[in-house]
């Protein structure tokens, strides 16, 4: 499979972020690319995931229409060929390119932890708690929490690394009434996801959402949305406690670059083909696993 490090398209390029290319396609409407670039510890990878743009595109348009009734979404009725005219142009992005709508995202990054893995369990182990938030002592690795807790963290540019942040700067950054909101909204849209996961053999041990204002002031869930890229997904019939669990996410790739002498700054190492296969074939599990219809 042919991948996709950069797009290259004829319409002004506004933004390259960690792994999507933005562009203007209009005064109240952008084009969205999904590539296959991978970052890991907030560094872009030198070596892409073949097909993984394709595969974040669907399963991110797939968790869209399964939330729209918790939240509202950034997607447009805007077809791509009202954007991309071009027939050659167009097969270039086909999968992987998204027309949405024109907002500012907020300043933060809103994380659901329904498992302490991860930079949470880091912090637990440290504190005794998680962005502020207290947790009962004695808790293992991979271990399911009491109930879900809210944990932001700050939006970095490529290259620097995310901060998490307690609630209170969450605050501080959105305004009382909106760190509610986005505090409320991530925790629905993490219980509705979390449930039909479950009923298909998954857990979602983790997520990230992130969203903008519309013009009223309402929240747009946009971006990605539960994809293996954003969030932690481990087989419920190997879930152990106490260690990290095998996953259909990235966090293949991070316990790798773990194995290695690496300080986590740009510019980061490459990837051996044996790590990119894995990788491909645990991102086409998640999608085939969550999103095929049932028999």
């Known amino acids: 499979m042919e991948a996709l490090y950069e797009s290259r398209l004829g319409l002004p390029l506004l933004h390259r972020g960690k792994v999507r290319d933005l562009y203007d396609a209009g005064p109240d409407h952008l084009l969205v690319v999904t590539t296959d670039r991978l970052s890991a510890f907030d560094c872009v990878l030198p070596d892409p995931i073949p097909g993984k743009g394709r595969i974040l ?40 390119a998204v027309v949405v709508r024109r907002l500012k995202p907020l300043p933060i990054e809103a994380i659901v932890r329904g498992y302490l893995a991860g930079s949470g369990w880091k912090e637990y182990r440290r504190t005794g708690a998680v ?13 399911r ?8 963290s700050t939006k970095a540019a490529v290259g620097a690394h995310d901060e998490n942040i ?54 747009v869930l946009i971006d990605e949305v ?57 991102y086409e599990e998640a999608l085939r696993v969550l999103t095929a219809p049932t028999v």
């Open 57 to 96: 595109n669907a399963m991110s348009r797939f968790w869209f229409e399964r939330t729209r009734g918790i939240v509202a979404n950034h997607l447009s009725d805007r077809p791509l060929a009202s954007v991309l005219p071009d027939p050659v142009e167009r097969a270039t992005v086909s999968e992987r």
């Open 131 to 143: 962005c502020g938030v207290p947790l009962p002592a004695g808790l293992r690795e991979a271990d």
């Open 145 to 152: 929490l009491p109930e879900p807790v809210f944990t932001p």
């Open 166 to 219: 307690d609630f209170g700067a969450a605050e501080a950054l959105l305004g009382e009434d909106l760190a509610h909101a986005v505090r409320e909204t991530s925790l629905m849209l993490y219980s509705e996801a979390a449930a039909y996961a479950a009923s298909r053999g998954v857990i979602i041990a983790d997520t990230k959402f992130e969203f903008a204002a519309d013009s009223r002031g309402a929240l």
């Open 226 to 282: 539960l994809t293996p890229d954003s969030s932690r997904f481990w087989p419920k019939s190997s879930y152990r406690p106490g260690t990290s669990p095998p996953s259909f996410d990235k966090q293949y790739v991070r316990d790798y670059l773990e194995t290695l002498a690496w300080d986590k700054r740009p510019p980061a190492p490459s990837l051996p083909l044996e790590v990119v296969t894995q990788t491909v074939a645990r």
